[in-house]
């Protein structure tokens, strides 16, 4: 039954995606009506702020008030749809952060995710099992992937693997796991036993690997990146590196905001969520090339963590009609910080360690809620300061901080790192894409990054 209904949501998305400028619109604000009703009848929030307010046509969805992550943490009992309690599921959170386990449901029914996104406070999502379950299909349907390539043969990379990753194995799709954190070895030997045709990782992962792509026997087809932003030059240099075709996926805690064509260029998932983009002025913008100054997105599928009219800090530039055909709006460019890599020393010797800033962020932001945003700089190897910024009073937030770094880092042989951590207040920049919140200025030799 669940295969039958992917292959139906295949068919569904692949139609979906051609339809004329008018059928997304009348699709949209049916999606709209429908998710908003739900959310009033179902989430005591959402029948608060939607008291007086009715939803007929798209203007009437435009007057609706915005909310951010952290109204949507403030509110978060009341806000789901699900009777799950916000300390419950924070706490069954961190504690599978704690244990490194991530494969497991809960209430053997939901997908918890814990995010910073691009603002340094925890952020809790949840989605429901039944929808974690047809991603795969909306990864075939919307990737640009050619069918002749199956089965799929995938290694996905990223810090951790979740219970609703697991669940897209199926008769044509392979899927194998590996930490973002595991030796060089251990990555080209899986791709090489494995026969990996797909490689999935984010961008800062794909470099590690080009200088042994040589030492890659499997036969690569393709390569998909996310969690970061993926630049020209680099989509250029894998692409020749590997002699395959490279694409790029947008997806965010808050939903599947992204997805390539057969051109590999990135297009908005008009289906899935509702995207809105504003220039300083509250105007609409709609042009390609002018740069936004807020980004506000209705995930239209998720009913479990209704997120309506959702004020995003990512930013994205349009492009003008894509050669592919398609009226889902294509994307030029996603807007989002070029973290640094992290360097340490291993053990006793000078042999570095690498930490990426996703695995990072994770250690940081389960030490306290109070955490607003925070900063990391390094100014050289084995030695780190992290500022942060609280938005109240966290006696002992310190000596935690410092203890729970010190913890991760043993995990990875890095056993006396100079760890200063700061109390001060972090103010973004006006243009929030270019803030920096891991920022080494460690310049590696060629032969250790």
Request: glycine letters at 4%.
């Amino acid at each position: 039954m669940k295969t039958l209904r992917g292959i139906l949501d295949y068919f569904r998305l692949k139609r979906q995606y051609k339809y004329s400028a008018k059928n997304i619109e009348r699709y949209q604000l049916k999606a709209l009506k429908d998710i908003v009703s739900y959310a009033k009848d179902k989430s005591p929030f959402y029948r608060d702020l939607y008291e007086d307010m009715t939803l007929e046509t798209l203007d009437d969805f435009y007057k609706l008030p915005t909310i951010n992550k952290q109204i949507m943490m403030d509110n978060f009992t009341d806000l789901n749809t699900c009777g799950i309690i916000k300390e419950d599921v924070s706490d069954y959170a961190v504690m599978r952060e704690a244990e490194r386990d991530h494969l497991h449901y809960y209430r053997n029914r939901y997908v918890v995710g814990l995010s910073s996104g691009t603002s340094g406070n925890k952020g809790i999502y949840i989605t429901d099992r039944q929808l974690t379950e047809r991603l795969p299909f909306v990864f075939l349907a919307r990737s640009g992937i050619s069918l002749r390539l199956l089965p799929f043969k995938i290694l996905f990379m990223l810090r951790v693997f979740s219970q609703g990753f697991d669940d897209i194995n199926s008769p044509f799709i392979s899927l194998s796991y590996l930490s973002t954190m595991e030796p060089l070895d251990q990555v080209i030997d899986r791709i090489n036993t494995l026969k990996i045709n797909i490689l999935m990782a984010p961008p800062s992962m794909v470099n590690r690997i080009l200088p042994r792509v040589n030492e890659i026997t499997a036969d690569i087809k393709l390569v998909v990146t996310y969690a970061e932003v993926l630049s020209q030059e680099e989509k250029v240099k894998f692409k020749q590196a590997f002699a395959s075709q490279v694409i790029e996926i947008y997806q965010a805690s808050e939903g599947q905001m992204a997805s390539a064509c057969k051109h590999g260029h990135l297009h908005i998932n008009e289906d899935l969520v509702f995207v809105e983009l504003y220039d300083e002025e509250g105007k609409s913008v709609t042009q390609p090339g002018k740069v936004g100054h807020k980004m506000i997105i209705t995930n239209l599928v998720n009913y479990a963590q209704p997120l309506i009219r959702y004020e995003m800090n990512d930013l994205i530039v349009l492009d003008d009609k894509c050669p592919c055909g398609s009226n889902f709006r294509r994307i030029k460019q996603v807007l989002g910080r070029h973290d640094d890599i992290l360097y340490f020393y291993k053990g006793e010797g000078r042999e570095i360690q690498y930490v990426f800033p996703d695995l990072f962020v994770r250690w940081i932001i389960v030490t306290s809620d109070a955490i607003r945003e925070f900063k990391v700089i390094q100014d050289h190897i084995n030695s780190i300061t992290v500022k942060v910024d609280l938005m109240d009073s966290d006696t002992g937030m310190e000596n935690r901080l410092k203890a729970k770094l010190t913890s991760e880092f043993g995990r990875f042989g890095i056993f006396k790192p100079q760890i200063t951590i700061v109390q001060e207040k972090i103010r973004l920049p006006r243009e929030r894409n270019k803030f920096k919140r891991f920022e080494s200025h460690v310049e590696m030799p060629r032969s250790q990054v």
